[in-house]
Nanobody, 114 residues
């Protein structure tokens, strides 16, 4: 089946680091750009990072310099390395295929404690 499965979320202290993964199945992963979104309680879903099929990256100002999006095409996996985490990074994080017909992962909870 065509799906994205996000994992790696959890509880982390402010200032700490965490790496999220998004495993792709059922489509040619290497041919697509990929996106990371997040949604904090009471806020709209926010696009925070993107990576093209050739590896070009871009970030929202809120995470620039702290988060790194990457991909391993051999493993059909998208990553989000998060460092210098802040309490305001607490959210559900979603991966998404950058395509005309969107494909979303189920989301993984990241909670940053102070």
């Amino acid at each position: 089946e065509v799906q994205l499965q996000a994992c790696g979320g959890g509880l982390v202290q402010a200032g700490g680091s965490l790496r999220l993964s998004c495993k792709a199945n059922g489509f040619t992963f290497r041919s697509y750009g990929m996106l990371w979104y997040r949604q904090a309680p009471g806020k709209e879903r926010e696009l925070i990072a993107r990576i093209t099929s050739d590896g070009t990256t871009d970030y929202a100002d809120s995470v620039k310099g702290r988060f790194t999006i990457s991909r391993d095409n051999a493993k059909n996996t998208l990553y989000l390395q998060m460092t210098s985490l802040k309490s305001e990074d607490t959210a559900v994080y979603y991966c998404k295929r950058d395509s005309t017909v969107g494909l979303w992962g189920q989301g993984t909870q990241v909670t940053v404690s102070s």
